[in-house]
């Protein structure tokens, strides 16, 4: 999407903001749980777990939150049983958002995101209605820094990337599910600033809206984030450079 990578970034930022607070702990704390309970507590042989233990590592999480959150998924301590939900819904305009959730209680988390979209001009859809525009990738965003990013593109498709875009003064590199993990590695490798390293939903094709339709959007989508059962949500929306610089200035 047009100002993925940026949109990225201004979340990334916000992230550090939020684990000061604490909040980003939390979301942090269940997504270990989860890859434990589902792939065992070695980060060896369970990718999920190791890809959510570098970012904790990146918002430098302590070491005790992120053992105490492994051992909960793992049994060895107890803690609430989480259900991972994928919600889908509509923004104003008729956005396209996938809500991806992790609870110890369904009915609250569906009630806040219901509550959250109805006062925004949205609302919740039936399962399919919307997960058919996007794709499940891998992504992951490189700061160039001294680096020529047509060489770094040309590096990512030499090493099986499926897609590269250049925007926003970073990389964008799109892979397969299956392929994401070698080809984070071998860009460590380079020594290159990763910025974001995700399996993401990508959308297929973006909606363009006005200038004060879009930041509704953006708003709604940083409501939701907020909502502490909420772990990240999607949109199809497209952003324009010049929208995504004004709303980094009126978050910061």
Not at 61 to 67: A, F, S
Request: charged content about 30%; hydrophobic content about 35%.
């Amino acid at each position: 999407m047009s100002g993925h990578s940026k949109w990225s970034t201004i979340k990334h930022k916000k992230g550090a903001a939020d684990a000061k607070r604490g909040a980003l702990f939390t979301k942090l704390g269940r997504e270990l749980t989860i890859a434990a309970r589902e792939g065992g507590g070695d980060p060896d042989t369970n990718f999920r777990l190791r890809l959510v233990m570098d970012k904790c590592r990146q918002f430098n999480m302590p070491k005790d939150n992120i053992e105490r959150a492994i051992k909960r998924g793992t049994g060895e301590l107890k803690g609430a049983a989480l259900e991972e939900i994928l919600y889908e819904g509509y923004g104003p305009k008729g956005t396209a958002l996938l809500i991806s959730v992790l609870t110890d209680s369904r009915n609250r988390a569906v009630a806040a995101v219901r509550r959250v979209l109805t006062r925004s001009g949205g609302s919740l859809g039936a399962t399919g209605c919307v997960s058919w525009l996007f794709d499940r990738k891998g992504y992951i965003s490189v700061e160039p820094e001294e680096n020529d990013p047509e060489e770094l593109a040309l590096l990512s498709i030499d090493i099986g990337a499926e897609d590269v875009r250049i925007e926003s003064g970073l990389v964008e590199i799109f892979t397969s599910v299956e392929d994401f993990q070698r080809i984070r590695e071998a860009l460590h490798n380079e020594a290159l600033k990763l910025v974001t390293e995700e399996v993401s939903w990508i959308p297929k094709s973006t909606t363009h809206l006005s200038d004060k339709e879009t930041l509704q959007n953006m708003n709604l989508i940083d409501e939701l984030e907020e909502i502490e059962d909420v772990q990240q949500v999607y949109s199809n929306l497209d952003v324009p450079d010049d929208l995504l610089a004004k709303y980094e200035a009126q978050a910061a």
